[in-house]
């Protein structure tokens, strides 16, 4: 029986883990590769979404209504592949009727009625957001046939839909809302007042403004529109049960300052601009740092142009001496 010499014994071992750690790389290189290719096949549009984009992906692309309003009907294809739609649904998900060419005439008559009547069809996924969408401030307001209520895609675009929790959706959400709410011919027309101004001047807006601008791949830990209104289910302002109303606008900022006092709310300035009729004790510590700020950075300067030009004098006299 022969023996095993010790540098073969010693060996085998490193043999073996060499052979181990050359299989586990090996296994690490074909997941990462197949997660590669999984990923550009699933962003990849497929033969049918192709043949749509044959014609809908030239740039200009736009449809006349019988109203005479025209409507685009260009489909930026690398826009649709990045939107959380592009790798999730087909054109035919959402178009349906325009499988076949030439594609049926469309029913809308004005822009208006071909965005509310495309909306309809976000129902078919997104049937939850759909009832609480129908049963807020602004769904009741698309049923009374109001021009300026925003549909679906008003807010989340139709080719090009982000991820709502993404931090560009929510840093760029205060100046969406403010596309309508900063509007002042739009707010007048429903006697409302264009809040979006006053927003950007407060500690909120202010602080989300900074992060888009300098941290835009980070959500502004800031409140901002929809965290106080709701999203979907945004209630009238005077409506009891909404999250900014009086009896709750306290429960509301608990959200974020769970420790606020009973008068915390009270120091909120409801979006309105400081002055003599709102919110007047702002308006007055306003005027007051106006004038505080600018008397005493002047009292300084004045004191640093006399203290130079002793500085001055004193070197003049003792050149001459």
Not at 75 to 85: E, G, I, K, N, T
Request: glycine share 8%.
């Amino acid at each position: 029986m022969g023996t095993v010499k010790p540098e073969v014994a010693v060996g085998c071992p490193r043999v073996l883990l060499r052979f181990l750690v050359a299989l586990a790389g090996t296994v690490a290189l074909l997941a990462v590769l197949a997660g590669t290719v999984g990923q550009a096949a699933a962003a990849a549009p497929s033969q049918e979404d192709e043949t749509c984009l044959a014609c809908h992906g030239t740039p200009g692309l736009s449809l006349t209504l019988p109203g005479g309003e025209s409507v685009s009907v260009s489909v930026d294809s690398a826009l649709l592949r990045q939107s959380v739609h592009g790798s999730a649904l087909a054109c035919a998900t959402c178009h349906p009727d325009h499988t076949r060419y030439p594609h049926p005439p469309l029913i809308a008559r004005t822009l208006r009625d071909y965005r509310v009547e495309r909306s309809e069809v976000c129902k078919t996924c997104h049937s939850q957001q759909a009832d609480e969408f129908a049963g807020s401030v602004h769904g009741r307001a698309l049923v009374m046939g109001f021009p300026d209520v925003p549909t679906c895609t008003s807010c989340h675009g139709a080719h090009d839909v982000m991820r709502a929790s993404s931090p560009a959706f929510r840093n760029n959400t205060p100046q969406l809302c403010g596309s309508c709410h900063g509007n002042p011919e739009i707010m007048a027309r429903y006697g409302l007042r264009p809040v979006y101004e006053a927003y950007t001047r407060e500690f909120h807006g202010v602080t989300t403004a900074l992060y888009k601008l300098t941290k835009s791949y980070s959500p502004t830990p800031a409140a901002i529109c929809y965290d106080c209104h709701g999203v979907h289910d945004i209630k009238d302002t005077e409506d009891p049960a909404a999250p900014v109303a009086r009896r709750n606008i306290l429960t509301t900022c608990r959200r974020c300052h769970p420790t606020a006092g009973r008068f915390f709310a009270s120091a909120w300035t409801e979006h309105k601009t400081p002055g003599p009729d709102a919110s007047p004790l702002v308006w007055y510590v306003q005027i007051f740092y106006r004038v505080l700020i600018p008397a005493v950075l002047g009292f300084l300067a004045v004191l640093t142009v006399l203290d130079l030009s002793r500085w001055a004098g004193d070197r003049l006299k003792g050149g001459r001496a």
